[in-house]
């Protein structure tokens, strides 16, 4: 059994730096025909200097690979010259709320300092993508978010509002609530619970940001996924870590599932009698949500069990050494 | 400042077996007069030669400490003539219900298998102590058993209970509701929440069973614990892993609290005025709820800065590295 999808899209992704970067941005470029590249460097990427030289960075390192990087910049307050500068080189501009807290009126509070630039983002048509969590309780920092992202979407009906990795059933219900707001959904968020995490034994290579939450809320972002919700799209927020970051002292968060994305995605949309879904939810929802053009990458996976390897240089994947039952037959 | 507490006990306390029962049996009875020992060792202590053999075990562990060690046995169904051997030599039987299941009706029906011993037990007067949680997601696991403790204390109401290791608002509630009802409460769960082990960075050496909760059930813990609720009793529930067990798999439960639990018990309950409760937390409703006798052991602590160590022999303390407010300035 076989199956083709055009022109996948990663609309989540985090390529650091350096070796990491050159170990892990081919292993999304073999198999996506483009991703949206987190720009939480150290320092951060927030003028376009620092921006193109990453984007050449990328493109050496996908090394021949047929792969759009579609930029993000880091937000601050930026200057009209400044985002007429740099606003046709990016797909948009990643808010990490610090200022938010568990109060949401304090969190939109914070929020307002950034409005001037959020007017000018939205008369300039420059798409915000937001990591939306309170500082609240670990449980309810995406729904404590909620508050402010109404806030944000009524505010400014015209800009593109983009919740990053959604992982409550709050968040997929949100989603209908405003025109302007979309969302990405990861991988890992489809498939585990915080049981996964801290269920059974701990497990430092399912510690993630946002946490796995509960089986409703699971269950509700499977069921959007699964039936293609047009304003959900795929975003694995694959983030590799070096093994010893993950083990030995067991503190980063982030899930490495670039390179099984493609195959545990088929597989699951195959087992839910969904599989007609599945180019909508890697492609075509991101094509019309954020105007991309369709590349002529098409992927093709066979029903033909793949031996996940225990790590990829120096990071450890979801499923290390684990069967998947869909391999990648062939891109072209 | 100084203070001085008799006879402080610990009522759920993991000694585990061999090299290790030798490295920490000395560090629980230096400042404890006693504590519940429990019998999950591998084979799980379910007969009276087996109890027997690791009771002598632990006397020579503790090594000339005045520390007693009250024994229980890993339950199972047992006959009337192994209760009638034992029971003299045992301050209960503990309970692990590894066939409760997050349906709770479930959960009973499968304790009733266990009910012609706990009817023995009942007339025999030996405590049951359990580990009250079942099957279900992570952070209910302990709120779904409460109507498996109802059920329980309902049906057997001369058999003493005691609700090991509480971490719930809903555990404390249940406190009140049944005479023949007691509990446990460590000492991490009066200072923590899953925030603490994930909220952050990911940090295993406070992954503990059951895992903390919320903030609201700190509060309700560390209340009843500051006012010196007559049925919650401490137990710390210390339980030490090897340094790789923790640290590079990230796997094992527990917390390492025994050589630390007075100085940082101590300064919690003086920094919330309590400190004339502390005595009947640690020590008399220990010797009420029991019907223990006083030892003369007298545990004196100095205000008086005490650097925890990174490690005692191959386990890593809670506050490994750490300054606590108090130290041990005698023990007579």
Same mark, same amino acid.
């Given at each position: 059994?076989?199956?083709?999808?055009?022109?996948?899209?990663?609309?989540?992704?985090?390529?650091?730096?350096?070796?990491?970067?050159?170990?892990?941005?081919?292993?999304?470029?073999?198999?996506?025909?483009?991703?949206?590249?987190?720009?939480?460097?150290?320092?951060?990427?927030?003028?376009?200097?620092?921006?193109?030289?990453?984007?050449?960075?990328?493109?050496?390192?996908?090394?021949?690979?047929?792969?759009?990087?579609?930029?993000?910049?880091?937000?601050?307050?930026?200057?009209?010259?400044?985002?007429?500068?740099?606003?046709?080189?990016?797909?948009?501009?990643?808010?990490y709320p610090a200022g938010a807290t568990t109060n949401s009126d304090a969190g939109v509070k914070e929020m307002?300092?950034?409005?001037?630039?959020?007017?000018?983002?939205?008369?300039?048509?420059?798409?915000?993508?937001v990591h939306g969590e309170t500082h609240g309780f670990v449980m309810d920092r995406e729904k404590e978010f909620i508050s402010i992202y109404?806030?944000?979407?009524?505010?400014?009906?015209?800009?593109?509002?983009?919740?990053?990795?959604?992982?409550t059933?709050?968040?997929?219900?949100?989603?209908?609530?405003?025109?302007?707001?979309?969302?990405?959904?990861?991988?890992?968020?489809?498939?585990?619970?915080?049981?996964?995490?801290?269920?059974?034994?701990?497990?430092?290579?399912?510690?993630?940001k946002p946490?796995?939450?509960?089986?409703?809320?699971?269950?509700?972002?499977?069921?959007?996924?699964?039936?293609?919700?047009?304003?959900?799209?795929?975003?694995?927020?694959?983030?590799?870590?070096?093994?010893?970051?993950?083990?030995?002292?067991?503190?980063?968060?982030?899930?490495?599932?670039?390179?099984?994305?493609?195959?545990?995605?088929? #597989?699951?949309?195959? +087992? @839910?009698? $969904? &599989?007609?879904?599945?180019?909508?939810? =890697?492609? #075509?929802?991101?094509? +019309? @949500?954020? $105007? &991309?053009?369709?590349?002529?990458?098409? =992927?093709?996976?066979?029903?033909?069990?793949?031996?996940?390897?225990?790590?990829?240089?120096?990071? =450890?994947?979801?499923?290390?050494?684990?069967?998947?039952?869909?391999?990648?037959?062939?891109?072209?």
């Amino acid at each position: 059994m076989k199956h083709t999808i055009y022109s996948p899209f990663d609309m989540h992704i985090h390529f650091r730096q350096e070796e990491m970067l050159r170990l892990i941005a081919p292993l999304s470029a073999k198999t996506f025909a483009g991703g949206v590249i987190m720009p939480n460097l150290i320092p951060p990427i927030d003028n376009a200097e620092h921006l193109l030289q990453y984007q050449s960075e990328i493109y050496e390192a996908v090394n021949g690979y047929d792969f759009t990087p579609f930029m993000t910049l880091f937000f601050r307050s930026y200057s009209e010259r400044e985002l007429l500068e740099i606003k046709d080189k990016i797909i948009g501009i990643k808010l990490y709320p610090a200022g938010a807290t568990t109060n949401s009126d304090a969190g939109v509070k914070e929020m307002s300092k950034a409005e001037g630039t959020f007017a000018l983002m939205e008369e300039m048509g420059i798409r915000l993508l937001v990591h939306g969590e309170t500082h609240g309780f670990v449980m309810d920092r995406e729904k404590e978010f909620i508050s402010i992202y109404d806030y944000l979407a009524k505010k400014f009906p015209r800009l593109h509002i983009v919740m990053e990795h959604i992982t409550t059933k709050e968040a997929v219900d949100f989603l209908d609530r405003y025109e302007n707001v979309t969302a990405t959904v990861t991988l890992q968020h489809l498939l585990i619970t915080l049981d996964d995490v801290i269920g059974g034994y701990m497990n430092p290579h399912l510690f993630c940001k946002p946490i796995a939450k509960r089986y409703e809320d699971r269950e509700a972002l499977l069921e959007a996924a699964l039936k293609a919700h047009p304003k959900l799209c795929f975003g694995s927020d694959s983030a590799p870590h070096p093994i010893h970051k993950k083990e030995c002292c067991g503190c980063a968060a982030g899930v490495f599932t670039a390179p099984i994305a493609l195959q545990v995605l088929t #597989d699951l949309f195959e +087992k @839910n009698n $969904s &599989l007609e879904n599945l180019q909508n939810f =890697v492609s #075509d929802n991101a094509i +019309k @949500n954020y $105007s &991309l053009t369709k590349s002529n990458k098409n =992927v093709t996976l066979v029903k033909e069990p793949f031996k996940v390897p225990s790590q990829y240089g120096n990071v =450890v994947p979801m499923y290390a050494d684990g069967e998947l039952n869909w391999s990648i037959l062939s891109v072209q």
